[in-house]
């Protein structure tokens, strides 16, 4: 019954910012590390950010330094992707992720869109 479910995506103004939630049931977000991916019309899926299990250690694409923050919340078995600055390149199906080691999850995808 491990699932994790991605909402809060949706259209958005270049320069504006969203905030996409993933919440997991069946299992405990706070015993797996985590991410983001994303994946635009006609390219390959590729990482956006992610966060170790302690907390310790995070990593953000290039592309999105600066703009977005990866975060946990562990009493709402809750991940957060806190995007700022959109723009129209920002634009993909984004979906979240647990790893840990020999069990690994995936979210179902949520849509941003960046467009005037």
């Known amino acids: 019954q491990a699932q994790l479910v991605e909402s809060g995506g949706g259209l958005v103004q270049p320069g504006g910012s969203l905030r996409i939630s993933c919440a997991a049931s069946?299992?405990?977000?706070?015993?797996?590390?985590i991410g983001w991916f994303r994946q635009a019309p006609g390219k390959q899926r590729e990482g956006v950010s992610c966060?170790?299990?302690?907390?310790?250690?995070?990593w953000y694409a290039d592309s999105v330094k600066g703009r977005f923050t990866i975060s946990r919340d562990n009493a709402k078995n809750t991940m957060y992707l806190q995007m700022n600055t959109l723009q129209p390149e920002d634009t993909a199906v984004y979906y979240c992720?647990?790893?840990?080691?020999?069990?690994?999850?995936w979210g179902q995808g949520t849509q941003v869109t960046v467009s005037s």
């Open positions: 992720a647990a790893d840990q080691t020999s069990r690994k999850y």
């Open positions: 069946g299992f405990s977000l706070d015993h797996y590390d």
């Open positions: 966060i170790s299990r302690s907390g310790g250690g995070i």
